[in-house]
Nanobody, 116 residues
Framework: QVRLQESGGGLVQPGGSLRLSCAAY????????MSWYRQAPGKGRDLVAG????????SYADSVKGRFTISRDNAKNTVYLQMNNLIPEDTAVYYC?????????RGQGTQVTVSS
């Protein structure tokens, strides 16, 4: 069965960096695009970044362009989100997602808190 497991969140000071990982299980990872979303307290879920199945195409929300980098390792069935120059507004639960057929799958999320 499809399972996505995020890790790498934590507490970081403004200006700091974190790298999130999302390990994928139960499907042919290299065939599917992946994305990272986030949900801040009291707000909706927002798309942060997406990557094609080969990694050759990426996209970013305007709010994270130039600071975040999405990448993937198809040999390890893992997608990453490198987050640099973090700001308090980046505080949220971060989820990875994929769409397989008509079914959307996401993990449990990992908390990122940016605070001094």
């Amino acid at each position: 069965q499809v399972r996505l497991q995020e890790s790498g969140g934590g507490l970081v000071q403004p200006g700091g960096s974190l790298r999130l990982s999302c390990a994928a299980y139960g499907f042919t990872f290299r065939n599917y695009g992946m994305s990272w979303y986030r949900q801040a307290p009291g707000k909706g879920r927002d798309l942060v970044a997406g990557i094609s199945n080969t990694g050759g195409s990426t996209s970013y929300a305007d709010s994270v362009k130039g600071r975040f980098t999405i990448s993937r390792d198809n040999a390890k069935n893992t997608v990453y989100l490198q987050m640099n120059n973090l700001i308090p507004e980046d505080t949220a639960v971060y989820y990875c997602k994929t769409l397989i057929g008509n079914n959307e799958h996401r993990g449990q999320g990992t908390q990122v808190t940016v605070s001094s």
